[in-house]
């Protein structure tokens, strides 16, 4: 697994722990409608993951776009899917968006590279 990739995984890890370890139950409740929100519905979890991906890159969150690739790929995305999705954040982000689609694209890339050199490599 890449580095920058196995170091998000492991903070993530590390910090979500810490964060439920405090008890807070309004902190516990948005955590679990957070990953509700993604389960299969009238929407399947892949174009849901696709559109937290174009709502991170909107939004210029590094951590969630991360987040949002890590899963898109497991939901079995292709590239031409990523790319169209890449331009409709484009579209509605505009310009500013452009630093962290290059971002993205050099993150896929290492997904891409833990995925091939075996399974599990991008487990969140």
């Not at 849901?48 to 890159?57: D, F, I, N, R």
Request: net charge negative; charged share 30%.
């Amino acid at each position: 697994m890449g580095r920058r990739l196995e170091e998000f995984r492991e903070f993530r890890e590390r910090m979500n722990q810490k964060i439920l370890a405090s008890g807070h139950l309004g902190i516990k409740r948005f955590f679990a409608l957070d990953h509700q929100a993604y389960q299969e519905g009238a929407l399947s979890p892949k174009v849901k993951e696709l559109l937290g991906l174009v709502a991170s890159l909107v939004l210029r969150c590094d951590d969630c776009i991360t987040y949002h690739l890590v899963r898109c790929s497991e939901e079995g995305v292709t590239d031409e899917e990523f790319f169209e999705t890449f331009n409709i954040a484009l579209v509605v982000g505009g310009s500013i968006t452009i630093p962290h689609l290059r971002r993205a694209v050099e993150m896929l890339e290492e997904i891409k590279e833990a995925r091939a050199s075996g399974p599990g490599g991008t487990e969140q």
